[in-house]
T-cell receptor, first 111, second 115 residues
Framework: AQSVTQPDIHITVSEGASLELRCNYSYGATPYLFWYVQSPGQGLQLLLKYFSGDTLVQGIKGFEAEFKRSQSSFNLRKPSVHWSDAAEYFCAVGAPGKLIFGQGTELSVKP | DTEVTQTPKHLVMGMTNKKSLKCEQHMGHRAMYWYKQKAKKPPELMFVYSYEKLSINESVPSRFSPECPNSSLLNLHLHALQPEDSALYLC??????????????FGSGTQLSVL
C-alpha cells in the first residue's frame, strides 16, 4: 500500500538552530515526492519536489531535502530556522490527482 | 498571476442552507481540485476536474456538488450539510494531471462552519 509517515507530530526548535523534519514513504514505483508548508488558516505552498536526478533537492525559503531510496526517506532540512518558519509541514508522494499526504509535522520556533 | 483565489474566506451556514464556494485561477491550468481539511489533519481529496470534466470523485456525499463552468472557475455547491462537514475547503490547480512533474497551486481556503 502507498503511504507516507511523518513520525514527529510536533517539533520545537530555537531560532537560528538547524531543523530536520522526517518523512518515510511506501510507494510501489519510483516515488514523486513533495514537501508543502501551511501557515495557520492558509493554503499549502510547495517548498520543493523530487522526481529524479540529484538526490539533494533545493527549495524555496532556504529549505532542502534529501532522497534516500535505501531508507525510503525524504527528510526536509534547514540550516538556520527563522521565527517565520513556524507552520505545519506536509510530506506527500504521488501525482497531482493522487497525492498521498503525511499527517503533518507542526513546527514551533522559540525566540 | 500565480494565484488561486477562493471566496468567501469564511462561511457560516445552517444545516438547511444552500451556499456555494468559488475558486478562480488565471494560470491557464487545466486541472482543478477540491480538498477538505480538518484541523491538524492533512488535506483530503474530494474532486478533480480535468479539462472541465469531472475525472475523480472520491466518494463524496451528494450534499457536495462540484461545478466547473469554464477552465478558470471551479465551484462547490453546498446543501443540507452536517456539522461534521465544518472544515477548511481548499481549491488547487495544476497544469494537468497526467504529467508526474506537476505541482499543485493551492488557494488560501474557505473556513466553513456548519451550525
Amino acid at each position: 500500500a502507498q503511504s507516507v509517515t511523518q513520525p514527529d507530530i510536533h517539533i520545537t526548535v530555537s531560532e537560528g538552530a538547524s531543523l530536520e523534519l522526517r518523512c518515510n514513504y511506501s510507494y510501489g514505483a519510483t516515488p514523486y515526492l513533495f514537501w508543502y508548508v501551511q501557515s495557520p488558516g492558509q493554503g499549502l505552498q510547495l517548498l520543493l519536489k523530487y522526481f529524479s536526478g540529484d538526490t539533494l533537492v533545493q527549495g524555496i525559503k532556504g529549505f532542502e531535502a534529501e532522497f534516500k531510496r535505501s531508507q525510503s526517506s525524504f527528510n526536509l532540512r534547514k540550516p538556520s530556522v527563522h521565527w517565520s518558519d513556524a507552520a505545519e509541514y506536509f510530506c506527500a508522494v504521488g501525482a497531482p490527482g493522487k497525492l498521498i499526504f503525511g499527517q503533518g509535522t507542526e513546527l514551533s520556533v522559540k525566540p | 498571476d500565480t494565484e488561486v483565489t477562493q471566496t468567501p474566506k469564511h462561511l457560516v451556514m445552517g444545516m438547511t442552507n444552500k451556499k456555494s464556494l468559488k475558486c478562480e485561477q488565471h494560470m491557464g491550468h487545466r486541472a482543478m481540485y477540491w480538498y477538505k481539511q480538518k484541523a491538524k489533519k492533512p488535506p483530503e481529496l474530494m474532486f478533480v476536474y480535468s479539462y472541465e470534466k469531472l475525472s475523480i470523485n472520491e466518494s463524496v456525499p451528494s450534499r457536495f456538488s462540484p461545478e466547473c463552468p469554464n477552465s478558470s472557475l471551479l465551484n462547490l455547491h453546498l446543501h443540507a450539510l452536517q456539522p461534521e462537514d465544518s472544515a477548511l475547503y481548499l481549491c488547487a490547480s495544476s497544469q494537468g494531471t497526467v504529467g508526474l512533474d506537476e505541482k499543485l497551486f493551492f488557494g488560501s481556503g474557505t473556513q466553513l462552519s456548519v451550525l
